[in-house]
């Protein structure tokens, strides 16, 4: 087969080596890459969102299956453009992938579909907004509604910060038209668990849960991020669980986006709160696979993963996959001044006697004129440890983290410390 993957971070790197695995035969394309994907696949320099470009190469190549990685094309409709070209493509359409451009409708969805979610209100006028917050219990969650790299989050111990940040968004408009509308909502207690399930519209087949660390630093303090590690399993995943996230979340909110005609297919990726009493709520949807979720998942897959993504891209019935019982942790490697203002160039130095089960994927790495490897992006990588137990997982992680060198070089040490301190 030959498979074109759309993106250029560790979360495609991890597709590709996926598909690779399974299938060692296979031709495999991916637009733009990183120097990672370069070792697996043909680098092809077309932007992500470079939507007319893709639609030609992936017709022009005769691709059999596209994967797109990133939200933001698939928002953009590229699923559909290549559909329409009778390009099998494992991603929804534009419409579906509201479920994660749009907040604001997001809720709405939730709210007609009777999805567990905190109470929220969505707000264009600043005053307005202003007034809710005002006799809006602490703590407080203010969003903007469009896609903002993961940033448009802020959650306010107090009403003043929540007015702060509904000021910045409706203002100053600091995330510019994706702040033009705001979701207030209510704060929720728990624990965070990402639950990803791949769909043809109507079947899902829950992926291995995984837990993310949002946060910068160790012990969750810092600034939000796109994801400094995670690991899987989680011991708060049970059979129980899944089936409430099924049947509360996952059934009910694909039927409701096949009612508004805008069907979904691909991975519909939850962010559940697991309250007290082990109940689901939805903190967010996303239309793609998480990243660093994906490096920990699909190390997880032992078999029948091409044959799943193939069968959600053209509508089948979903095929058994196989999960090993072994477990992952990746711990990203940041480049310095990551969130904020990432530093670009420092040369990497990658060991290679790394030690056994370590995965090392690219995330913003590319090979200069000399091929040299140097950092090109805030995560620079993401480094997979896979072993028998969830201790030995962290170990190879965490011990091949600190053997990769660069200069800024940020990483967590206590990926996976809930699951650790659950013994
Ligand atoms: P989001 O961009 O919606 O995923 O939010 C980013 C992060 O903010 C989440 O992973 C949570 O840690 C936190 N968060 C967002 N909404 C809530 C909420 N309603 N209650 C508690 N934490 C939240
Ligand atoms: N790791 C969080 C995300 O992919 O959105």
Redesign the pocket.
Known sequence: MKFLVVGSGGREHALLWALKREQPDAVLLAAPGNAGTALLATNIPIPADGIADLVDLAARERVDLVVVGPEGPLALGLADRLRSRGIPTFGPGGPAAQIEAS?AWSKDIMAAAGVPT?SSRTFSDLALALQYIDAHPEPL?V?ASGLAA?K??V?CATRAEAAAAARAMLGTRVFGAAGDLVVV????EGE?LSVLALTNGSDVAILPPAQDH?RLLEGDRGP?TGGMGAYSPVALDTPELRAKVVSRVLAPTLAELARRDAPFSGVLYA?L?IDRNGDPWV??FNCRFGDPETQVILPRIATGLVAALDACARGARLPDLTISSNAAVTTVLAARGYPDEPQKGAAITIPVDLPTGALVFHAGTRRDDAGILRAAGGRVLAVTGVGATFAAAQAVSRAAAERIEFDGKQFRRDIGWREAARG
Request: charged share 30%.
């Open positions: 907040k905190a969650v969003k993961g448009g989050a959650v909502e209510a704060f929720l965070e949002k939000n962010g709160m903190v967010e």
